[in-house]
């Protein structure tokens, strides 16, 4: 079960290419993290989603499921807000959660994945978290220009 959940997070499985939005994905993909693991998450959508390429999309959401597989396996959180900020010319996702926090840096296997997607797609991740307090993941992508939305010639 461990190696299939491996293969799933590092994007093993391709997403398919029909016509949603991000905001749409990651409300599929948490709401399957939810079955799989019976804690409770929300998704928040702000703001007008531009355009963004499907590659941007795919390696947003694996950073988001990354992310929520290690609330699942380290946070023992009650909460967990999943938001996504698409509407600006610098869309961010984040991932929330009231667990218990940490301090200090990690390197685990589960970062490492993250920062690379993130480096793929020219974004940053950012984690913040206190013992007791939580942890909130931000990946923030590089500017759109928003001028250039809708579908390239």
Same mark, same amino acid.
């Given at each position: 079960?461990y190696?299939?959940v491996?293969?799933?997070l590092?994007?093993?499985?391709?997403m398919?290419t029909?016509r949603?939005?991000?905001g749409e994905?990651?409300?599929?993909?948490? %709401?399957? /993290?939810?079955?799989?693991t019976?804690? /409770? %998450?929300e998704?928040?959508?702000?703001?007008?989603e531009?355009?963004?390429?499907a590659?941007?999309q795919?390696?947003?959401?694996?950073? $988001?499921?990354? %992310?929520?597989a290690?609330?699942?396996k380290h946070a023992?959180?009650?909460?967990?807000?999943?938001? /996504?900020?698409?509407?600006?010319?610098q869309?961010?996702?984040?991932?929330?959660?009231?667990?218990?926090?940490?301090?200090?840096?990690?390197?685990?296997?589960?970062m490492?994945?993250?920062h690379?997607?993130?480096?793929?797609?020219? $974004?940053?991740?950012?984690?913040?978290?206190?013992?007791?307090?939580g942890?909130?993941v931000?990946?923030?992508?590089?500017?759109?220009?928003?001028?250039?939305?809708?579908? %390239?010639?």
């Amino acid at each position: 079960a461990y190696l299939s959940v491996r293969d799933y997070l590092d994007g093993a499985e391709e997403m398919g290419t029909e016509r949603t939005t991000v905001g749409e994905k990651l409300t599929e993909a948490v %709401a399957q /993290w939810r079955r799989d693991t019976g804690l /409770w %998450a929300e998704v928040r959508v702000e703001g007008r989603e531009g355009a963004l390429p499907a590659g941007t999309q795919q390696q947003l959401v694996q950073i $988001a499921r990354e %992310a929520l597989a290690n609330v699942a396996k380290h946070a023992a959180a009650v909460r967990v807000t999943v938001t /996504w900020q698409g509407g600006g010319a610098q869309p961010v996702v984040r991932i929330k959660d009231d667990g218990r926090g940490f301090s200090g840096v990690t390197h685990g296997h589960g970062m490492s994945i993250m920062h690379e997607r993130a480096d793929l797609i020219g $974004a940053q991740v950012t984690v913040r978290s206190q013992p007791g307090e939580g942890t909130e993941v931000v990946v923030m992508c590089a500017p759109v220009n928003m001028e250039g939305e809708g579908d %390239a010639d």
